[in-house]
């Protein structure tokens, strides 16, 4: 089936750093979304990208729908304890309606 | 208005049990999918539906039964439990059409053991 590789699958910074994630695909999709979830709850929603090219910030959070649309990176500024948790990506393929295929995660710990 | 509700919280199961997961959404979305989640691994789709009386199967279907009676409810039932069903199960809810990506919610989870 379709996958989506995500890297990298850990980081561990320093307060104030900047943060770096990406996704990655074989095929095309539609929509890219990133998402956090923190321990014991469920994923929460931090950035919808409809369009190639696409490049949407969301206070200290940027991310962007590559113009190939098979990729999508997801930046955080000036990182802080609360950042602390699970990043996910995830995307819609093409032709497709329902389904929604999500990126293996990348878990991001913050040094005070 | 509660968003995604999942009941129960946590569960333990015997091989070859059977049980429902429950997921309720009052947000009148039309479209609701289940997942499971484990350890490493993103979240992996095992049943959708588009609207009442419409499901569809995601990723990892097998094992589990759904049907969307009503809007509100989108129940996932384990036929006949297996260790291998021990997961993190989460119910979504979302619209439909346009912009629908920015309406997905994710309920808190059920945490299923199959010993």
Redesign the interface.
Known sequence: ?QQ?N?SPQSMFIQEGEDVSMNCTSSSIFN?W?WYKQEP??????LI?L?KAGELTSNGRLTAQFGITRKDSFLNISASIPSDVGIY?C?G?PTGN?????????TTLQVKP | NAGVTQTPKFQVLKTGQSMTLQCAQDMNHEYMSWYRQDPGMGLRLIHYSVGAGITDQGEVPNGYNVSRSTTEDFPLRLLSAAPSQTSVYFCASRLTGAGWADTQYFGPGTRLTVL
């Open positions: 089936g989506l995500q929509t979304l014991g709850e469920g994923p929460v929603l919808a409809y996910f995830a819609h309606t329902g389904k929604l295929i999500f990126g293996q995660g």
